[in-house]
Nanobody
Framework: QVQLVESGGGLVQPGGSLILSCAASGFTFSTYAMSWYRQAPGKERELVAQITSTGGSTKYADSVKGRFTMSRDNDKNMVYLQMNSLQPEDTAVYYC?????????????WGQGTQVTVSS
């Protein structure tokens, strides 16, 4: 069965750092682009970062550029999000997403999410 399991969330003070991890299983990880999304109370789900199947290219939302770094390890079926200089507006549930780069048929998977709370 397909699984995406996020970990690493928690409570951090403004200016602090966290590393989120996503462990993938049950599909051919190296053929999927991976993304991190987040959803804060009262807001729509937002694409935070994405990485190609090889890890050769990344993109970031303007709100996190320069602060967050996404990476992947295809040998370990793992995805990471290094988050620095965290601010209260980063508070959200963060979700790991997998999308097959071959689009027909479309295959998309979601993790259950991990809570990140930035507060003093």
């Amino acid at each position: 069965q397909v699984q995406l399991v996020e970990s690493g969330g928690g409570l951090v003070q403004p200016g602090g750092s966290l590393i989120l991890s996503c462990a993938a299983s049950g599909f051919t990880f190296s053929t999927y682009a991976m993304s991190w999304y987040r959803q804060a109370p009262g807001k729509e789900r937002e694409l935070v970062a994405q990485i190609t199947s090889t890890g050769g290219s990344t993109k970031y939302a303007d709100s996190v550029k320069g602060r967050f770094t996404m990476s992947r390890d295809n040998d370990k079926n793992m995805v990471y999000l290094q988050m620095n200089s965290l601010q209260p507006e980063d508070t959200a549930v963060y979700y790991c997403n997998a999308a097959r780069e071959i689009l027909v048929p479309r295959r998309v998977y979601w993790g259950q999410g991990t809570q990140v709370t930035v507060s003093s």
